[in-house]
């Protein structure tokens, strides 16, 4: 199947491509030949009806399936041109550029400070207490969250509320200096009103990364991102700027999600 492209799609740079991508459990083929770019500054999201592979095709963006031991990828995704999944990639490094958030917060069992200090440490973005105070600071910053917690850096990150955890996650993904950040159903777990500050965040952090979120909320998908990609049984059905998706989908399944028909 063959993903349709909006006519009037502006023109941007490729930061990641994928090209004729499919991904298999075992045996089932859960994506089926996607081809997508992401590009810088925008937020693109993934949309579709659950089950229809969003989340694995997230994961395959910075080889988080390398942890499942029965998905395997076919065709290629590059990074700046760099091929991902070839021999001289790094994955530890791939995965600091190319961050993830989960729908769960997952902060380490570790103070505030040194849940965002980990990464800067381990990857030698930081030296000495100084260096690592000015990181911890500005992505605390960055991620909306210092007014709330400088003054209690010490205290656990698991004590923080879900939406601060979330925040405190974001604010640990950008302290490596990622390019990219993908993240998935990241407000799952939230009120509305640490859902609004998340995306909020997304809008601000837009000017400087790309962002992936799939989402199963279309008026967060319309909210928050530029670009969509609307998934069905593991292929792309269409692809367009958001507004475009919304307002004049090409596809009859397209109209018929957005519409609540199915999903
Ligand atoms: N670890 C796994 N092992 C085997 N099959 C899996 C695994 N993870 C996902 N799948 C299967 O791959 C397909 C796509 O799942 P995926 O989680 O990517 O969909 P999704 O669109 O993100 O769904 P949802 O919106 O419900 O999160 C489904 O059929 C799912 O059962």
Redesign the pocket.
């Given at each position: 199947m063959v993903t349709k492209i909006h006519p009037n799609l502006e023109a941007t740079t490729a930061k990641m491509n994928a090209q004729g991508v499919s991904v298999y459990?075992?045996d089932?083929k859960?994506?089926d030949n996607v081809s997508i770019e992401v590009p810088s500054k925008y937020v693109t999201s993934f949309i579709?009806?659950?089950?229809?592979?969003?989340?694995?095709?997230?994961?395959v963006l910075n080889r988080m399936n390398d942890t499942?031991p029965?998905?395997r990828v076919e065709g290629d995704i590059t990074l700046d041109g760099e091929d991902i999944y070839g021999s001289s990639m790094d994955v530890v490094q791939l995965r600091a550029r190319v961050g993830m958030v989960f729908q769960k917060p997952n902060p380490f069992p570790k103070s505030i400070y040194d849940n965002i200090a980990y990464g800067p440490k381990i990857h030698g973005f930081a030296e000495g207490k100084e260096e690592l105070d000015e990181v911890v600071e500005r992505s605390l910053v960055r991620a909306g969250l210092w007014n709330e917690v400088k003054d209690r850096l010490t205290d656990s990150g698991t004590a923080l509320s879900g939406g601060q955890q979330q925040r405190l996650c974001i604010a640990r993904a950008i302290a490596v200096d990622p390019e990219v950040i993908l993240m998935?159903?990241p407000c799952s777990a939230l009120d509305p009103i640490a859902t609004a500050k998340i995306e909020e965040l997304i809008a601000d952090l837009n000017e400087n990364y790309a962002i992936v979120i799939?989402t199963?909320s279309m008026q967060q998908a319309a909210r928050v991102s530029q670009r969509t990609a609307f998934?069905h049984l593991?292929h792309i059905v269409e692809y367009g700027r958001t507004s475009d998706i919304f307002t004049n989908p090409l596809e009859q399944q397209t109209q018929d999600y957005i519409t609540g028909r199915y999903g």
């Open positions: 459990y075992g089932k859960a994506i579709g009806p659950s089950g229809c592979g969003k989340s694995t095709f997230l994961r499942i029965t998905a998935d159903e799939v199963h998934f593991g």
